[in-house]
């Protein structure tokens, strides 16, 4: 069962937005106080990583992608979260060599 489909199972109730294209990249669910809300998070490095592999971006071609049209994009209350965790990816990540 891919990840999005066991959270809808998890949380019948809630209805999620997604990214698409970048399930491989969902970390969970999480919950915003002030809105009252569950949303979607992300790995912002894993979406990256898909844009490099997928798409056959530069790691900069990809960078600017993602922050303009994904993480960038305001859906509403349900909009997606990405976490920079990169520090955990950095080292296996085309693209992220030093």
């Given at each position: 069962?891919?990840?999005?489909?066991?959270?809808?199972?998890?949380?019948?109730?809630?209805?999620?937005?997604?990214?698409?294209?970048?399930?491989?990249?969902?970390?969970?669910?999480?919950?915003?106080?002030i809105?009252?809300?569950?949303?979607?998070?992300?790995?912002r490095?894993?979406?990256?990583?898909?844009?490099?592999?997928?798409?056959?971006?530069?790691?900069?071609?990809a960078?600017?992608?993602?922050?303009?049209?994904?993480e960038?994009?305001?859906?509403?209350?349900?909009?997606?979260?990405?976490?920079?965790?990169?520090?955990?990816?950095?080292?296996?990540?085309?693209?992220?060599?030093?």
């Open positions: 069962m891919k990840k999005l489909e066991q959270i809808i199972e998890w949380y019948p109730d809630e209805e999620f937005l997604s990214a698409d294209g970048f399930e491989d990249a969902l970390i969970g669910v999480a919950y915003d106080k809105k009252g809300v569950h949303v979607l998070v992300y790995s490095t894993k979406c990256i990583e898909i844009l490099i592999e997928r798409d056959k971006m530069s790691k900069e071609e960078e600017e992608f993602f922050e303009f049209n994904v960038g994009a305001y859906m509403g209350e349900k909009t997606p979260i990405y976490v920079d965790d990169f520090m955990f990816y950095e080292e296996r990540i085309v693209g992220f060599e030093g």
